[in-house]
């Protein structure tokens, strides 16, 4: 059979998964308002997409602060709570895996979408980034705000973000998910902590490469203690720099913290790899020497073909394989690699991020 790797099964740290494709993280903003409320058509696009071996979950920001797009799930109240159990029942009941992605946006974020400032590990603003509200457009559409100029943390409010990170994690096992995954990429909080360029803070959460990691590690510690190291994973975005992220140090940055979060042990790192179309490559020398790194399961996600994704399962340089399009557009993916079927296109572009509610959402079509 083709793609022999792809559908192996494979074991998560104790956790058992039917194949090796993963449905990777992607907003798509449909919560229930007011509260942010995972609601029936956000488990109903989830249930259709549960051949996969694992889904990990749009972000779900661990409180109000740290929201940073209009219509996102949250996971800091009861209500958001019981929402979510819609989507791990069902998912459940298909018999997949399911993890949450916590999630602060640190200073991607605007007044105009929770009504709070940003906060940041330094109060300066992100160039050329927006988030979206929907503010009654006719169609339906999302408008882009420029961020607005965050407020630099302070020792307390970094204290009280660890906590949320945890209680976050609580609530998601309370929720009926598998695990937890840390949301340390793509220009957010964690991320903003970890790049020199964004970190210019003169305590112990900045300066050297040490300090800008640490937060990450303190975050990922205390959540593995908290519900368990094998349904805790990570993810970072070593080669990605937009949202005003570009570090040269960057690299060096993240082996150092995938050393620390080695021995943590923590289940898996995820990579969010760039995935448009001149994106850069990440270099094999960099796998390699992640692998030796990092002992437990490496996952790459970023617009990966099938056939690149089998070779690097066959290299032995990843573990599971994360497809993001392909699953929105395509709820039998799986099926649909194993039988060498046509693929859905996106419909509409429009409908994204909202939009039409259930159009573009669960009615793209099965085989």
């Given at each position: 059979m083709k793609y022999q790797k792809l559908f192996q099964q494979y074991k998560l740290n104790g956790i058992e998964l039917e194949n090796r494709f993963l449905?990777?993280?992607?907003?798509?903003?449909?919560?229930?308002?007011?509260?942010?409320?995972?609601?029936?058509?956000?488990?109903?696009?989830?249930?259709?997409?549960?051949?996969?071996?694992?889904i990990i979950t749009e972000a779900a920001q661990i409180s109000q602060q740290g929201k940073g797009y209009a219509r996102t799930p949250g996971i800091y109240s009861a209500e958001q709570i019981e929402g979510w159990k819609l989507t791990t029942d069902a998912v459940h009941k298909n018999g997949s895996r399911i993890f949450l992605q916590l999630w602060h946006v640190g200073r991607v974020s605007s007044s105009k979408v929770n009504g709070l400032q940003p906060l940041a590990p330094s109060a300066l603003t992100a160039q050329n980034t927006s988030v979206y509200i929907f503010d009654g457009a006719p169609n339906g559409d999302a408008t882009f705000v420029p961020v607005d100029e965050p407020r630099e943390m302070t020792k307390t409010d970094i204290d009280t973000v660890i906590q949320q990170f945890i209680q976050g994690a609580k609530n998601a096992l309370e929720a009926g998910f598998d695990g937890v995954e840390i949301h340390g990429a793509n220009g957010y909080l964690i991320d903003q902590f970890l790049r020199s360029n964004s970190n210019k803070r003169t305590d112990e959460y900045g300066g050297t490469i040490e300090n800008r990691i640490r937060l990450l590690i303190e975050i990922s510690a205390a959540v593995a203690n908290a519900i368990g190291k094998e349904k805790t994973g990570v993810r970072l975005s070593p080669f990605i720099s937009f949202k005003d992220m570009n570090d040269p140090e960057i690299l060096e940055t993240i082996m150092l913290a995938a050393a620390e979060l080695s021995k943590i042990d923590v289940a898996y790192i995820h990579l969010c790899e760039a995935d448009w179309d001149d994106a850069p490559q990440i270099p094999i020398d960099f796998r390699i020497k992640l692998?030796?790194?990092f002992k437990n399961t490496i996952i790459a996600t970023g617009n990966k073909t099938p056939d690149e994704g089998e070779n690097l399962l066959e290299d032995n340089l990843v573990d599971l394989i994360g497809f993001g399009r392909n699953f929105l557009t395509n709820p039998d993916y799986p099926a649909r690699v194993k039988q060498n079927f046509s693929l859905n296109k996106i419909s509409d572009n429009h409908t994204l991020f909202g939009g039409g509610?259930?159009?573009?959402?669960?009615?793209?079509?099965?085989?």
């Amino acid at each position: 059979m083709k793609y022999q790797k792809l559908f192996q099964q494979y074991k998560l740290n104790g956790i058992e998964l039917e194949n090796r494709f993963l449905m990777a993280p992607m907003t798509r903003s449909r919560a229930s308002q007011p509260g942010d409320i995972p609601n029936a058509l956000m488990a109903e696009y989830y249930a259709q997409r549960s051949s996969a071996g694992i889904i990990i979950t749009e972000a779900a920001q661990i409180s109000q602060q740290g929201k940073g797009y209009a219509r996102t799930p949250g996971i800091y109240s009861a209500e958001q709570i019981e929402g979510w159990k819609l989507t791990t029942d069902a998912v459940h009941k298909n018999g997949s895996r399911i993890f949450l992605q916590l999630w602060h946006v640190g200073r991607v974020s605007s007044s105009k979408v929770n009504g709070l400032q940003p906060l940041a590990p330094s109060a300066l603003t992100a160039q050329n980034t927006s988030v979206y509200i929907f503010d009654g457009a006719p169609n339906g559409d999302a408008t882009f705000v420029p961020v607005d100029e965050p407020r630099e943390m302070t020792k307390t409010d970094i204290d009280t973000v660890i906590q949320q990170f945890i209680q976050g994690a609580k609530n998601a096992l309370e929720a009926g998910f598998d695990g937890v995954e840390i949301h340390g990429a793509n220009g957010y909080l964690i991320d903003q902590f970890l790049r020199s360029n964004s970190n210019k803070r003169t305590d112990e959460y900045g300066g050297t490469i040490e300090n800008r990691i640490r937060l990450l590690i303190e975050i990922s510690a205390a959540v593995a203690n908290a519900i368990g190291k094998e349904k805790t994973g990570v993810r970072l975005s070593p080669f990605i720099s937009f949202k005003d992220m570009n570090d040269p140090e960057i690299l060096e940055t993240i082996m150092l913290a995938a050393a620390e979060l080695s021995k943590i042990d923590v289940a898996y790192i995820h990579l969010c790899e760039a995935d448009w179309d001149d994106a850069p490559q990440i270099p094999i020398d960099f796998r390699i020497k992640l692998r030796d790194i990092f002992k437990n399961t490496i996952i790459a996600t970023g617009n990966k073909t099938p056939d690149e994704g089998e070779n690097l399962l066959e290299d032995n340089l990843v573990d599971l394989i994360g497809f993001g399009r392909n699953f929105l557009t395509n709820p039998d993916y799986p099926a649909r690699v194993k039988q060498n079927f046509s693929l859905n296109k996106i419909s509409d572009n429009h409908t994204l991020f909202g939009g039409g509610e259930a159009r573009g959402y669960t009615d793209y079509p099965f085989f």
